[in-house]
């Protein structure tokens, strides 16, 4: 079943309950459907180096039609992922059929190349979406633009839309499995079956570390191997808390990982939002707790909020296992595009 919050008209979001594919009802199959079993989406993609302003980099990933007024979808990923990962690219195929290009945003050193500082990605860098935001615009200053975050990727979006209010640059946007409170998933990442969660993105994280102090090393970026190596010892990190705050909180600017917690979940934000939001929730998220989820009153007028009972997190795997369908990848385009009809009501029109 799914229930929209909050329950005033103005609000209202309908929509077809999500149904889990038969066989895919427990939230872990859910989760992992997509990095484990789903067929790989093959795109035709034109990748852009941007350079930010403190002297990184970030990649982008083009898809579909190259008209300067065709309506423009930025899609973010979440923590480990890149724009390879499979809702992301399912979500460009599935906006292409729309008729729509959409860029996929790889955020600090996740498009398989470690970025130059020794600064990362975090579920709090709105300053770097807010550049690509400024980018996108400059560079299709004609196309309509919107953008959908998934997970972290989500948590930065919503962060964001809070920071800005009225300025956001954006018509419409999409928030998908959201860890709203970044303490409290903390915590739930460190019981049951989300352990096993929990190892995989400390090994991915730590890994790249790793590798970043490798890269630094070999090309004699002294600064940055000296801010690396003044984190001290990467050995028996197992939980998110330590993770962020022996790494994340001194290279982001943090005092530690409650204050990193505090200053970069999005929950904090959701009220000041004036961008049309949808934000699409499963009840059975084993990243998130039921009670990190918002309340009716936290949400802004222009915010909606789908919360369904089953989908894991970026989950939303219907259909069957034979013919699986992806909820997800029909819901958002439909949602954009109707936002996009009622701030431009001769959009379609051939005349």
């Known amino acids: 079943m799914s229930k929209t919050v909050p329950t005033t008209?103005?609000?209202?979001?309908?929509?077809?309950?999500?149904?889990?594919?038969?066989?895919?009802?427990?939230?872990?199959l859910q989760t992992l459907w997509g990095p484990l079993w789903r067929k790989r989406t093959l795109l035709a993609r034109t990748r852009?180096?941007?350079?930010?302003k403190d002297g990184d980099f970030l990649d982008l990933d083009w898809h579909g039609p190259h008209e300067a007024d065709a309506p423009l979808v930025l899609v973010l990923h979440g923590l480990t992922g890149s724009s390879n990962s499979p809702y992301?690219?399912?979500l460009q195929k599935a906006m292409a059929t729309q008729g729509w290009a959409s860029v996929a945003l790889n955020w600090r050193g996740c498009s398989g190349e470690p970025n130059l500082l020794s600064r990362s990605y975090h579920s709090g860098a709105s300053e770097d979406l807010a550049e690509v935001i400024e980018h996108l615009r400059a560079l299709r200053p004609l196309a309509p633009?919107?953008?959908?975050?998934?997970?972290?990727?989500?948590?930065?979006l919503l962060k964001h839309l809070g920071e800005v209010g009225a300025d956001s640059e954006l018509l419409g946007a999409v928030a998908v499995s959201v860890p709203f409170r970044l303490d409290e998933s903390a915590n739930r990442m460190g019981q049951g079956f989300s352990r096993i969660y929990q190892r995989h993105f400390m090994r991915e994280m730590l890994s790249?570390?790793?590798e970043k102090q490798r890269r630094f090393q070999h090309e004699g970026l002294s600064e940055g191997l000296a801010e690396l190596a003044a984190l001290g010892s990467l050995e028996n990190m197992r939980t998110f808390w330590e993770f962020d705050g022996r790494v994340t909180a001194p290279l982001h600017g943090y005092v530690d990982a409650q204050d990193y917690y505090r200053r970069a979940s999005s929950r904090f934000f959701l009220s000041r939002i004036q961008?049309?939001?949808?934000i699409i929730q499963a009840a059975d998220d084993p990243f998130v707790f039921p009670h990190s989820l918002p309340e009716a009153g936290e949400l802004s007028a222009s915010t909606e909020f789908e919360?369904?009972?089953?989908?894991?997190?970026?989950?939303?795997?219907?259909?069957?296992?034979?013919?699986?369908?992806?909820?997800?990848e029909r819901r958002i385009p439909l949602w954009l595009g109707i936002a996009h009809e009622r701030d431009n009501p001769y959009a379609n029109?051939?005349?």
């Open 9 to 28: 008209p103005s609000h209202l979001s309908f929509t077809t309950p999500f149904v889990p594919a038969r066989g895919l009802g427990n939230p872990h």
């Open 48 to 52: 852009e180096r941007m350079w930010l």
């Open 88 to 90: 992301v690219a399912g």
């Open 145 to 156: 633009l919107y953008a959908v975050g998934y997970s972290l990727g989500g948590n930065v």
């Open 208 to 210: 790249y570390i790793r």
């Open 275 to 278: 961008t049309p939001t949808l």
């Open 307 to 328: 919360l369904h009972a089953k989908g894991g997190h970026v989950g939303f795997v219907d259909g069957s296992l034979k013919t699986p369908g992806y909820y997800l």
């Open 349 to 351: 029109d051939a005349g």
